[in-house]
């Protein structure tokens, strides 16, 4: 089966209102020059720029996307923000469980569980992030503790729900570091999530949900990691500050 790919920049906690209106601009001109169209291209910019970007990529075909919600429908809950929000500022996509979330945040498998259900409830996209920390790599039992964010979160879901998910899987020790995980060690471990969710709800299924890599995802790197088997296109952090870069990303996964 083929499936979607997809190309998403995580802005994180960085730009300016005028320079998020750049950069949208720019990544919309690019992509609309030199992308063919076949992969994806989703925005998760920060809360304020949220309505800015939407409108900007209005009749366009890049997607807008938010960082995080909040496990809640409303209330008194000052400084968060709800799926439900999100949904009627017309954003069709979110983040969740970052492991800069995970790290920070105190974020974890079932409290990720609710936000997931609150997400999906209100008829958007979650990216579900898992991945696992150095020391976890070194000592080897990554595939455990992936395995284990990915049931923790998501196997309450069924079928039908599940095949809603973006999954990206992320290790820690390659976010931010310049350290990629080599295409081989990133198709062994999405192959290992798609197989934990093949064990649960069936080939088909597993065989439908896109898995992102992301983790110093660059220009110079993405080509190769997104023509892995179970590869399904990048979750972009600090490449995707610059659109040349971005579209650079992109064009690795057309
Ligand atoms: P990076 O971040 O591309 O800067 O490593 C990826 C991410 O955290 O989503």
Redo the contacts with the bound molecule.
Sequence with gaps: MTRPKIVAG?WKMNKTAEEAKALTADVINLSRAELKGKAKLILCVPFPFLMQTRAQTDGSAVGVGAQNCSEHDSGAYTGEVSATMLKSAGIPYVILG?SERRQYFGENGPLLAKKVDKVLATGLTPIFCCGEPLEIREKGTHETLVKEQVQQSLFHLSADDLKKVIIAY?PVW???TGKTASSQQAQEMHAVIRKHIAGKYGDAVAQSIPILY????KPDNAKELFACQDVDGG?????SLKARDFIDIAKGAE
Aim: charged residues 5%; hydrophobic residues 40%; proline residues 0%.
């Design positions: 995580n970052h992320e390659a976010i931010g992301g983790g110093s995802v979750l972009v952090g600090g490449a």
